[in-house]
């Protein structure tokens, strides 16, 4: 029997505010001091598709968050760049479970989650047995192209990449119905309901979202599937927990989108955790 824990499975270390540099160091303090602060046992970190003053490596952030047993890395790939020497050093994070997942942007980049360039990316996430995640829905970059982005795009990469795990980031907001559909339908896909709001919640958007997660959970069952992640520094910690209080969830069910289903989809080694099992894969 483990504790209770919280595990946000979506944070970022680039620097949104690019009229001002914050070093790396700086930003993963904040990082720790916000985790500390709102008692969130363990983050995942997930690096951008560019790299830039304000995007940090892959490498840099597995450099820089090395022995830290609280921090995991989801490595950002760049769908339309990456080289083979991208894969080669992701396959030698992933070996050494330096890296946790892998996270595609569509609608930040033109292309569909079903493009062919993708295909390498799901086979290395199959070898390794981590989970590739997804951005979906709306871009907070105005250039973005939602046509990309839509969640429905996924369905075709789970139908035809049965053993991958895909995690849909954003449960696809504002498609949340078709994210629903294809996390019912596929059962190696989950999704995260982070950035579903920049900042503090408004009282009656926050209302409006209250009530499509809980139509989530109510229409795609008991809820193996939903992740707790905050999109942090976007949006707040502590708004999001709160969020998720206002859900008023059974304990049971609050359990698994807090931690449970992160530790199994993402295959943490968090001691005392090991045994956790559902009737999902
Ligand atoms: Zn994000």
Redesign the pocket.
């Given at each position: 029997m483990v504790n209770p824990m919280i595990i946000d499975v979506?944070t970022?270390l680039n620097n949104y505010d690019e009229s001002v540099t914050v070093p790396l160091e700086k930003r993963l303090e904040q990082l720790q001091e916000s985790i500390r602060y709102n008692k969130v046992d363990h983050a995942m970190v997930?690096t951008s598709y560019t790299v830039n003053a304000h995007r940090p490596s892959t490498r840099e952030v597995v450099e820089v968050t090395d022995g830290l047993d609280n921090i995991h890395v989801v490595a950002g790939v760049s769908v339309v760049n990456y080289k083979e020497r991208d894969l080669r050093e992701l396959a030698d994070f992933l070996k050494d479970r330096r890296v946790v997942a892998l996270k595609l942007y569509p609608g930040y980049e033109p292309f569909y989650p079903y493009d062919p360039r993708c295909k390498v990316l799901y086979d290395l996430a199959v070898e390794f047995d981590v989970p590739v995640m997804f951005?979906t829905g709306d871009t907070y970059n105005p250039k973005g192209r939602i046509r990309f982005s839509h969640p429905i795009n996924i369905d075709d990469v789970a139908v035809d990449n049965p053993d991958l795990r895909i995690v849909i980031?954003?449960i696809g907001n504002p498609w949340i119905r078709d994210c629903m559909e294809v996390v019912y339908k596929n059962k190696r896909c989950s999704a995260d309901i982070?950035?579903l709001v920049l900042g503090d919640f408004k009282s009656h958007f926050k209302r409006f979202m209250l009530q499509q997660v809980k139509e989530m959970i109510l229409y795609a069952g008991e809820p193996e599937y939903l992740l707790y992640g905050t999109?942090w520094p976007?949006c707040r910690m502590r708004t999001y927990l709160k969020f998720v209080d206002d859900l008023k969830l059974p304990a049971e069910t609050r359990e698994k989108i807090m931690w449970k289903n992160a530790v199994r989809i993402f295959k943490l080694k968090i001691p005392g955790a090991e045994s956790i099992r559902a009737s999902r894969p």
């Open positions: 979506h970022h997930l951005h980031c954003h982070s950035g999109d976007i």
